[in-house]
């Protein structure tokens, strides 16, 4: 399918999919995923290289080579989600000598010129893998879904839309890479790695147009408060910075719809709250002392923060005089790695906590926000986590996707594991299947970002074997 600007993209759809072998979890290639080489080129792209030097400094992170084209340093190279685990040194842990066997090496013809990707087949009944959107124009770092609608964000200043597997239409964003997208409505935020919030809004008489309406803060409240003095503060290097304003990448947004809040966490080390009515800051809290990486709206009022400095805070909405704020209420976990991401199951009550360390840790309400356990199911670290009915989506440095199954007695256990992606699992969004399920059974629908510059739609079952 060609686009407007002569770029390629690639669609396919799988309509086989069988439970995957214990050699198939070590580093076996998906044999549904593609390949696709792309000439697209947008001389006008460019991409923004942060300033500042808060998250570099930190000794948790450690950099890495990088075969990445893009002229924006990966946060994936600056942090600690590099870091490799110590079950990879275990003498269990070998690569199994079938890989190196001369019968292993992948079939000539698969070069072929005349080898076109199988046809799309519509099966919806099936759960797996349904298909794979690839785009060579940077690695996918953010996914928001609203129905049947997709919202991709990368490295590149686009912002692509897909209906379908096919793409619907799309925005410009004019300063590179999309970190966080949320979907309120007709209206879109996105974060970016300038450290500025845009704020887009879906045209009445069409649907597919998509225009800025503004920024978090406003450019009336940005140059009422610049006026202020004491509405500055200090950063390193003897800079003065708004307070009302981000002034490193924003990494993370969150929703309170009921209260019309959002939620946006920096590697400033803040975060603030924004009443999204007028797209006035409320607050600007210094939550923690590193970068912080991941920011979820939770159940009674809290807000969870996560960061590199390897801590997990629980911030509570109360009233103070005539307004209200955000007080720390407790920690619950403090260690050494890096707190990678967050995810909230608002029904059950639980939060989930992904970390440098491969590991997902979780506390539930019923036991006063107490430690609930730990699921290990990865090598390196856990990039991203999703929550959606019982299950738990973890996406990870590995490449792999764990599906974790929360039983009535709030024991754990991974369902399965999704393998495709040829580079690490960035971001993930799930929608509730709309397809009529079996009885009985609650199906959804997953999307995955990676650093290999695609997006893979998946369909999960609870009750999948």
Sequence with gaps: MRNERGGTVVVERSSLYSRPKFGDLLQQPDPNSVFIANNHTDNDDQCYNRDSS???????????????TSGEASPYAMSPWNHTSPIIKSPWNHPSPIIKSPWNHPSPFIKSPWMAPPGIVDDY?????????????????????????LYTGSDSKNIRVWKNLKEYTGFRSHSGLVKAIIIAGNRIFTGHQDGKIRVWKVSEKSPKVHKRVGALPSLKDFVKSSFNPKNYVEVRRSRNVLRIRHFDAVSSLSLNEELGLLYSGSWDKTMKVWRIADSKCLESINAHDDAINSVAVGFDGMVFTGSADGAVKVWRRELQGDGTKHFLMQVLLNQENAVTALAVNREAAIVYCGSSDGLVNFWEREKHLSHGGVLRGHKLAVLCLAAAGNLVFSGSADKSICVWRRDPGGIHSCLSVLTGHTGPVKCLAVEEDREVPAKGDQRWIVYSGSLDKSVKVWRVSDHQA
């Excluded at 400094?57 to 890495?64: E, L």
């Excluded at 060579?136 to 879904?145: I, K, N």
């Design 54 to 68: 808060f998250s570099l400094i930190s000794p948790r992170y450690s950099h890495y080579t990088s075969s990445s």
């Design 125 to 149: 009944g099936q759960t797996g893998l349904i298909g794979s959107i690839v785009r060579e124009e940077g690695h996918v770092y953010s996914l928001a879904a609203s129905g049947d609608l």
